[in-house]
């Protein structure tokens, strides 16, 4: 399968680079239909450090004033892709002072003569879509001062890589590289003049993509909140382009729309921020708020339920857990043994996460976030509930494998507020044993009651933690259940260490207590943060203990301290250090 795998990435590439240089053949557009309006969202800091020549992509940072991001010697592929995608380009745009633009015109200028033959890494559908709507959404932005050689140059490219793209579309993988290259076709041929005839059938094909792609929940295969919100920010741009054009959007692309919005609400925390799940980030500031508003669709999920995570919420704290089996065969190539993890925030603060995606900072962090120990669960002894098998020669990254295949849930009403109740087969195979956990968050949003149970309910999954104890001579099979603590957070072991204090920047107080049967201690952990040079240091709550019969139960709650405000005025902004 490899084999084939490998033969089927070898003969893309092929294609692509034949087709790039046949575009170059493309009669260049003359103009724009009308003057496009921007819609995305950059970073004011990011473009001032860019203008200032540090270059951070793909979790590597070089410094080098003055110098061109074309004449980078770039440190891996993925670097090169961030380059090429010019989503940079918004980034410089949400300065737009002169010094700015002119820098944006001379990068975007010399891509042209480097690699506008059909040259490069950047001609692939994906990316090139990407490109498309940096360019299109900045046309006004790059072309103010320049000359009619310039102008004409830059629409031959548009125009070059439309018709490749036109070509190649078909080509990119299913999920959001294919939805990036077809909205990206839509961008230009409804823009473009001369480009007209290649806008219809790329919107019939979005459609088939929504229909296919986008379950009934609003949810994509690969389970990730953050590729599901760029997913989201492109069919929005999409149907805005072609209600400007006095276009009708498809039924199948407004259809996804209105499914994705509602689990989108259910992802996202008390902060404005997505839950950090199967790869995914926070998201970029702005976006969320901007593609939800944007879309229009007021109503959010009746159950809490979404792309198999549980959301609970009450008062100023929201709780978001992965409540669903992993995602599966190529689908799961960046996703995490996470199974019944939380994350939970307070107001404006994150308090319980988990460590997050590691893929900026090499493969040895990447393998180590989609560990279970990275996640706010259960851990028995040592093993995740899901293993990476084996990468392929197509995508270097490795598939989930043994991961649970049954997951029941139910989220009720508890006497005093909200109750989710969940468990999972995960480490059945190996120790006979089934993770049970509960979490009850009070109607006042100022409490949290967790019960974690490691049980053997039949007769052959008891003969095998039998086996288990008899390997280990009945000491009993160990476990860790871990509450991964945002780096923000103060945390100190209180009461002669059967308790943990976490302060908060916004003046909260939390307390995790437990039952007092298990042991308690403050670790080190890493934050895995995108967009930063590397991980930051927080640290961990970890409860100990030893499962010796059939039936384990463990206690614990997380409450705000009595003398914690109900409202509490967060006023403080934490702008981002990129190099922290």
């Given at each position: 399968?490899?084999?084939?795998?490998?033969?089927v990435?070898?003969?893309?590439?092929?294609?692509?680079r034949?087709?790039?240089r046949?575009?170059t053949?493309?009669r260049a557009?003359?103009?724009f239909?009308s003057?496009p309006?921007?819609r995305?969202?950059g970073?004011?800091?990011?473009?001032?450090q860019?203008?200032?020549?540090?270059?951070?992509f793909?979790?590597y940072?070089i410094e080098?004033p003055?110098?061109s991001?074309?004449?980078?010697?770039?440190?891996?592929?993925?670097?090169?892709?961030?380059?090429?995608g010019?989503?940079?380009?918004?980034d410089?745009?949400?300065?737009?002072?002169?010094?700015?633009?002119?820098t944006?015109?001379?990068w975007?200028?010399?891509?042209?003569?480097?690699y506008?033959?059909?040259?490069g890494?950047g001609w692939t559908?994906?990316l090139?879509?990407?490109?498309l709507?940096?360019w299109?959404?900045h046309a006004?932005?790059?072309?103010r001062?320049?000359?009619?050689d310039?102008?004409?140059?830059f629409?031959?490219?548009?125009a070059q890589?439309?018709?490749?793209?036109?070509k190649r579309?078909h080509?990119?993988?299913?999920g959001?590289?294919?939805?990036e290259a077809?909205?990206?076709?839509i961008y230009a041929?409804?823009?473009?003049?001369?480009?007209?005839?290649?806008?219809?059938?790329?919107?019939?094909a979005?459609a088939?993509?929504?229909?296919?792609?986008?379950?009934?929940?609003g949810?994509?295969?690969?389970r990730?909140p953050?590729?599901?919100l760029?997913?989201?920010t492109?069919?929005?741009?999409a149907a805005?382009a072609?209600?400007e054009a006095?276009?009708s959007?498809?039924?199948?692309?407004l259809?996804a729309?209105?499914?994705?919005a509602p689990?989108?609400?259910?992802?996202?925390h008390?902060d404005g921020?997505?839950?950090r799940?199967h790869?995914?980030g926070?998201?970029?500031e702005?976006?969320l708020?901007?593609?939800?508003?944007?879309a229009g669709?007021?109503?959010?999920?009746?159950?809490?339920l979404s792309?198999?995570?549980?959301?609970l919420?009450a008062g100023r704290?929201?709780v978001?857990?992965d409540a669903?089996?992993?995602?599966?065969?190529a689908?799961?190539?960046s996703?995490h043994a996470?199974?019944?993890?939380?994350?939970?925030?307070s107001?404006?603060?994150p308090?319980i996460?988990?460590?997050?995606?590691?893929?900026?900072?090499g493969?040895e962090?990447r393998?180590?976030?989609r560990?279970?120990?990275?996640?706010s669960?259960l851990?028995?002894d040592g093993?995740?509930?899901?293993?990476?098998g084996?990468?392929?020669?197509?995508?270097?990254l490795e598939t989930l494998?043994d991961?649970p295949?049954h997951v029941?849930?139910e989220v009720?009403h508890?006497?005093?507020?909200?109750?989710f109740?969940g468990?999972h087969?995960?480490?059945?195979k190996i120790?006979g044993?089934t993770h049970?956990?509960?979490l009850?968050?009070?109607f006042?949003?100022?409490?949290l009651a967790g019960e974690d149970?490691l049980l053997s309910l039949?007769?052959?999954?008891?003969?095998?933690?039998?086996?288990s104890?008899d390997a280990?001579?009945?000491?009993?099979v160990?476990?860790?259940?871990r509450?991964h603590l945002?780096p923000?957070v103060?945390?100190?072991?209180d009461?002669?260490?059967a308790a943990?204090s976490?302060?908060?920047k916004s003046?909260?107080?939390w307390?995790?207590?437990?039952?007092?049967?298990h042991?308690?201690?403050?670790?080190?952990?890493?934050?895995l943060?995108k967009g930063r040079?590397?991980?930051?240091a927080t640290?961990q709550?970890v409860?100990s203990?030893?499962?010796l019969e059939?039936a384990?139960?463990?206690r614990?709650?997380?409450?705000k301290?009595?003398e914690t405000?109900?409202g509490?005025?967060?006023?403080?902004?934490d702008?981002?250090?990129?190099?922290?």
């Open positions: 399968m490899s084999d084939q795998n490998g033969y990435a070898r003969k893309a590439r092929l294609l692509n034949i087709h790039a046949l575009a053949r493309a557009a003359t103009g239909v003057s309006e921007p995305t969202i970073s004011f800091a990011r473009g001032r860019l203008v200032a020549g540090n270059y951070l793909a979790g940072l080098a003055g110098t991001i074309w004449a980078l010697n770039a440190p891996d592929a993925a670097f090169e892709c961030d380059l090429q010019f989503a940079w380009l918004d410089l745009a949400s300065v737009g002072d002169i010094s700015t633009r002119e944006a015109q001379a975007l200028w010399e891509w042209i003569k480097r506008g033959r059909g040259k890494a559908p994906d090139t879509g990407r490109r709507i940096r299109i959404n006004l932005f790059v072309l001062g320049q000359d009619g310039a102008s004409e140059a629409y031959r490219s548009l890589q439309t018709t490749f793209l036109s579309w080509s990119a993988s299913p959001l590289p294919r939805f077809l909205t990206g076709l041929g409804l823009s473009l003049e001369g480009m007209e005839q290649l806008a219809q059938p790329a919107i019939k979005l088939r993509e929504c229909k296919s792609q986008i379950d009934t929940e949810g994509l295969p690969t990730n953050e590729e599901l760029h997913v989201f492109l069919l929005t741009w805005a072609m209600n006095s276009l959007t498809p039924p199948e692309h259809a729309i209105e499914r994705i689990t989108l609400r259910t992802l996202r008390a921020s997505l839950a799940f790869g995914g926070r998201g970029q702005g976006w708020d901007h593609a939800l508003a944007s669709v007021k109503h959010a999920q009746p159950d809490g792309m198999g995570f549980a959301r919420s704290t929201s978001i857990i669903n089996v992993p995602p599966s065969g689908s799961s190539r996703a996470s199974t019944l993890a939380f994350e939970l925030t107001g404006r603060r308090l996460v988990n460590c997050g995606s590691g893929e900026t900072f493969a962090w393998r180590a976030g560990a279970t120990p990275s996640h669960t851990v028995l093993y995740s509930s899901a293993r990476l084996d990468a392929d020669r197509a995508s270097t494998i991961a295949n029941p849930i009720s508890a006497p005093d507020g909200l109750r109740q468990g087969n995960g480490f059945e120790h044993l049970a956990r509960t009850e968050l009070t006042d949003g100022r409490g149970m039949e007769d052959n999954p008891k003969r095998q933690f039998d086996r104890m280990i001579k009945l000491a009993g160990p476990f860790d259940i509450f945002h923000e103060d945390a100190t072991l009461l002669g260490g943990v976490m302060a908060l003046g909260e107080i307390v995790f207590r437990h039952d007092g049967q042991k308690l201690s403050l670790e080190p952990s890493v934050y943060e040079l590397k991980p930051r640290q709550i409860l203990g030893r499962a059939y384990t139960r463990i614990w709650s997380l409450s301290a009595q405000a109900i509490v005025r967060d006023l403080r902004r702008d981002l250090d990129l190099f922290d």
